[in-house]
């Protein structure tokens, strides 16, 4: 067996000028990572920035909190990293920034999971929580449970490499943090601003619970356009017996109609009918009031003879196309149910 010979080619790598570095070929990261955040850590990195940074105008980041109620995900982590590039870049260009990490330990998707995890995967009923005692058990299972994933997502925040205080995190369920939720709700009682009123909420039927708007996703529906003829309460008088015509989009919210609104800046009408289609709306006989602008041009009416009263001045005769007929589209100047 020969040995091949040797080639007497040039080797050019010895005819580059590169930097010498230590710095591996490979980055290895899995490893590399853990060994620099326990470096952070050794070196005390957050009490150092901050001692260097106590004279410095404060740069402070309101940290909307997430939920402890599991593992963090890719948009935690996205959420996390983005606000840390910001604290760190606002600390090198000379300000004192200090993150403080926060978690939000109330609501529905922390009582969720208890639901499913301690009651419904277990054919277990929930707890009435009209009882205060089984209320109160329930708030305890749900505190501890908060407890025990805010400690998981803090290791997993401080694996990412975040830098922040995260000995001392602020969280809804402490109890310096509901007192002082209940001092401040106070002052809006004792200089009168706090007050008992009315608005809808959505609640889900699934979780037996009210849910916030941004818990809500909607989908897209075309809904049908009505015209509805309210009755006026009025005993005696040229309104005795008449109707408000309004329009809406929303047909489905007339259940809970509890007024009609008008607009000072335009005139309204009284029509009686004298005449109309078998079929129409509106019937011979009848008043309807509704806005004497007039309609628009897509408005198809149906032939029909009215007497108008003006609201603002003496009888005078007019024929009205309008008091009985359905338009096909919105006029704008009707009045509208709430």
Partial sequence: MTEKPKSDATDYSKTLYLPQTDFPMRAGLPQREPEILARWNAIGLYDRLRESAKARPKFVLH????????????????????????????????????????????????????????????????????DSAAMLAFRKEC?????????????????????????????????????????????????????????PVMWSVVEKTALAEAEVEYEDYTSDTVWVKFPVNAAHGRLAKASVVIWTTT?????????????????????????????????PGEAITSPTTPAPASFTPRPATAARTSMHGSPTRATSKRAASIPRSPTPSMPTAR
């Fill in 251 to 283: 047909p489905w919210t007339l259940p809970g109609n509890r007024a009609i609104s008008f607009s000072p800046k335009i005139a309204y009408g009284l029509y009686k009918v004298t005449d109309a289609p078998a079929d129409n709306c509106a019937k």
């Fill in 63 to 130: 940290d909307g909190p997430p939920y402890a109620n599991g593992n963090i995900h890719i948009g935690h982590a996205l959420n996390k990293i983005l606000k840390d590039v910001v604290t760190r870049s606002q600390q090198m260009l000379g300000h004192d920034s200090n993150y403080v990490p926060g978690w939000d330990c109330h609501g529905l998707p922390i009582e969720w999971k208890i639901e499913e995890e301690n009651y419904r995967s277990k054919g277990k009923p929930k707890p009435d929580l009209k």
């Fill in 143 to 199: 505190r501890a449970y908060a407890a025990h994933w805010l400690d998981v997502q803090r290791e997993e925040f401080k694996r990412l490499g975040v830098v922040g205080d995260w000995d001392h995190p602020y969280t809804t369920m402490s109890f310096p943090a509901e007192a002082q939720i209940a001092r401040e709700l106070m002052k809006f009682a004792a200089n009168g601003t706090l007050y008992r009123g009315s608005k």
